[in-house]
């Protein structure tokens, strides 16, 4: 979806190294979501984050931390990279409704490689 | 949480209609059924969402029986184009255990 941006769309790094991935969003959407992809699996949710004061866990957040700069934005950083993190990286949003289940808009994905 | 179970695979020719069973047996009071597809190396779209009976718009049709424990998504017609991976999620708009599984690989064949 156009409307929801990622950069850079592949990185390659070595170990130990800081990254950081950036999504944008012109949506006007209030909630985030930051996945991660490896071969043959299904996405696993690392953080979330319903508004700009709210950041929350996912199933897998150890050796992630995020930033909410603002509603639109919301990045993703991988303090001190390591190999097993070498994996392709979503960002979504979905907005909040009055009944029903999010609906959620997916980036076009960072290709992350850590030597 | 409610966990989804979904076949690994399926294969089918074009222009079959093909029908993907999810079971969600312990699917709570208040929650929807959201199907989306993925194509390698693409993020997932939404499909179709659904909290009882028949739900279609153009793309497929979504069948929930009234015990609502599992539900079949329905793509008329297949093409090539539709080969994806289907993924079933169960969940309410303030849950935040909705959790995309393995999905369902399909592939169609000329």
């Known amino acids: 979806d156009a409307d929801v941006t990622q950069t850079p769309r592949n990185r390659i790094t070595k170990t130990g190294k800081r990254i950081m991935l950036e999504c944008s969003q012109t949506k006007g959407h209030d909630r985030m979501y930051w996945y991660r992809q490896d071969p043959g699996l299904g996405l696993r949710l690392i953080y979330y984050?319903?508004?700009?004061?709210?950041?929350n866990k996912g199933e897998i957040s150890d050796g992630y931390s995020v930033s909410r700069q603002a509603q639109a934005k919301f990045s993703l950083s991988l303090e001190s990279a390591i190999p097993n993190q070498t994996a392709l990286y979503f960002c979504?949003?979905?907005?909040?409704?009055?009944?029903?289940?999010?609906?959620?808009?997916f980036g076009p994905g960072t290709r992350l490689t850590v030597l | 949480l409610a966990k989804t179970t979904q076949p690994i695979s399926m294969d089918s020719y074009e222009g079959q209609e093909v029908n993907i069973t999810c079971s969600h047996n312990?699917?709570?009071?208040?929650?929807?059924i959201t199907w989306y597809q993925q194509f390698p190396s693409q993020g997932p779209r939404f499909i179709i969402q659904?909290?009882?009976t028949k739900v279609t718009n153009e793309v497929a049709s979504l069948f929930i029986p009234a015990d609502r424990k599992s539900s079949t998504l329905s793509l008329p017609r297949v093409s090539l184009s539709d080969t994806a991976v289907y993924y079933c999620?169960?969940?309410?708009?303030?849950?935040?255990?909705?959790?995309f599984g393995a999905g369902t690989r399909l592939t169609v064949k000329p």
């Open positions: 312990n699917i709570a009071t208040n929650d929807y």
């Open positions: 984050s319903f508004d700009v004061k709210d950041i």
């Open positions: 659904g909290y009882k």
């Open positions: 979504a949003t979905s907005d909040l409704v009055t009944g029903g289940a999010d609906t959620q808009y």
């Open positions: 999620l169960v969940g309410y708009y303030n849950n935040n255990d909705m959790r």
